[in-house]
């Protein structure tokens, strides 16, 4: 078998070691570590926000970590009856917006359909499956990534029954949203907007040939992609919800659409 010196090794090792050899070296403190996620590949990230967990618990530690990667933010950090807490800083206007898990939030959404990315941008366009995802990414691509240009964070919630737990997570957190709906969804509230029937009938307004039976979601991309090359494909999209969804988001970021529209 052949050793190492630890300073020899990958910088992530390195720090991993170093890191938690300092944590489990100072019980019953409160520890402060600023942005862990550096060295580290991501699933790495993943296991290393559970052993902090797991080190703070058993060794009565406070550890407060400081970070840029939604890997260390779980569900469990939103839930008020677990010990640890979330605090999202947010700047906007020269000024930093701070909001925390509030007390006695008890998220309804189901564990595994948590979206961490919901807290590392400045607002969140909100929509039902991923036919609507799809479609809002392509109009995004098309004007040359609007989403990432004003960091605005694209939600997929897996079906209409979990918008509503969606949105109320963006409440509790204060975190600036719209919402794109089909009819189904019965809650009538502020920045949610309806479609009149579902998504395949608006594509089908816009110019889709539906086949019998057939859902959008595999032609949601290129049909929306096709459409906007066209010459009056823009015209048509901006007659429809679809269009009043993406232009929402944009200008509720404060930001500008392209000239060319």
């Avoid at 910088?11 to 996620?37: C, F, R």
């Avoid at 060794?59 to 890997?71: F, K, V």
């Avoid at 564990?111 to 609507?132: A, C, Q, R, T, Y």
Wanted: proline fraction near 5%; glycine fraction near 4%.
């Amino acid at each position: 078998k052949k050793t190492y010196l630890l300073e020899n090794t990958a910088s992530g090792y390195y720090a991993l070691v170093h890191i938690l050899h300092l944590i489990l070296e100072k019980p019953n403190q409160m520890i402060v570590i600023d942005e862990p996620e550096v060295h580290f590949h991501p699933i790495m990230i993943s296991r290393l926000a559970k052993n902090f967990t797991d080190i703070s618990e058993s060794n009565n530690n406070q550890i407060i970590i400081i970070s840029h990667s939604p890997r260390f933010v779980n569900y469990k950090l939103i839930d008020s009856r677990q010990p640890n807490v979330l605090t999202s800083i947010i700047k906007k206007d020269h000024k930093s917006l701070v909001h925390s898990t509030p007390r006695d939030f008890i998220p309804k959404l189901k564990p595994h359909l948590f979206d961490s990315d919901m807290f590392f941008g400045l607002s969140s366009l909100i929509v039902e499956g991923s036919d609507d995802y799809f479609a809002m990414k392509a109009i995004s691509d098309h004007f040359g990534g609007l989403f990432e240009k004003y960091d605005i964070t694209l939600i997929h919630c897996w079906g209409v029954g979990n918008v509503f737990h969606k949105i109320e997570i963006h409440n509790a957190f204060k975190i600036p949203f719209v919402a794109m709906t089909d009819n189904e969804y019965a809650e009538d509230q502020t920045n949610v907007i309806k479609l009149p029937i579902d998504l395949e009938d608006e594509y089908e307004k816009l110019g889709w040939e539906r086949k019998s039976g057939q859902k959008v979601k595999d032609d949601a991309y290129p049909f929306m992609e096709w459409l906007l090359k066209q010459g009056d494909g823009l015209d048509k999209l901006k007659k429809s919800p679809i269009w009043t969804a993406f232009e929402t988001i944009i200008k509720n970021t404060n930001g500008k659409m392209p000239a060319t529209i």
